[in-house]
Every structure is written in structure tokens, then in C-alpha cells.
């Protein structure tokens, strides 16, 4: 009942910014926290970034200072600025969300299909 569409992946020289969006859909109550996680080739996946609904932030400590979390709760978005990319913040971001719909009665947690950030040296 939940889809969560991303957006703002490719290909960029280190130093560079992306800006990642993610748009969640579908028959939403509400939504808890949202956030982004990312996955590099026989790595775990880790988490990034993560915001609360009423706009609390943690950080992966590898991207503090570099990265920046928002969200529009109006429109159920969430945003990931990246900025002084590195090579080693390649990986698939993974966009995800808490939320609670009129099918269940217990929140889950959504997944985006991934977008691919790819930083070359």
C-alpha cells in the first residue's frame, strides 16, 4: 500500500553533490521516521541518514558534515543533500520509511528499489 520512489542517483567526480529525493505514495496514515541507507557490492547494508517526523537527525558518522537529511511532511518526501562526495560513498541508496496504514494496525517499514550513486577518483 506504500511505494517509495527515488530519485537524484548518478555518476559524479569526487567532490561533487548529488541531492537524492524520495517520494512515499499509497494509503498512508501517517509516517514515523524516514530515512536512507546504502549498500556497496559484499558489503552490509548500513544506514546513512534517518529523521523523525518531527524532525530529529542521525548521522552516519562517515558522512557527518557532508550529508544532510529533510523532509516535507506535507508531502511525505525526504530528502539526502550529499556534498564533498567521496569514492568510498559509492553504493545503492536505499530510501525507507515507518509508516502506518489503514490495512494494518502496526507500523512497517517501506523500501525504495534503490538508486545508484556512483563517486569516481
Known amino acids: 500500500q506504500v511505494q517509495l520512489e527515488e530519485s537524484g542517483g548518478g555518476l559524479v567526480q569526487a567532490g561533487g553533490s548529488l541531492r537524492l529525493s524520495c517520494a512515499a505514495s499509497?494509503?498512508?496514515?501517517?509516517?514515523?521516521?524516514m530515512g536512507w541507507y546504502r549498500q556497496a557490492p559484499g558489503k552490509q547494508r548500513e544506514l546513512v541518514a534517518v529523521i523523525t517526523s518531527d524532525g530529529s537527525t542521525n548521522y552516519a558518522d562517515s558522512v557527518k558534515g557532508r550529508f544532510t537529511i529533510s523532509r516535507d511532511n506535507a508531502k511525505n518526501t525526504v530528502n539526502l543533500q550529499m556534498n564533498s562526495l567521496k569514492p568510498e560513498d559509492t553504493a545503492v541508496y536505499y530510501c525507507?520509511?515507518?509508516?502506518?496504514?489503514?490495512?494494518?494496525?502496526?507500523?512497517?517499514?517501506?523500501w525504495g528499489q534503490g538508486t545508484q550513486v556512483t563517486v569516481s577518483s
Open positions: 525507507n520509511a515507518e509508516a502506518l496504514t489503514s490495512a494494518l494496525p502496526n507500523t512497517v517499514r517501506y
Open positions: 499509497g494509503s498512508i496514515f501517517s509516517i514515523s521516521d
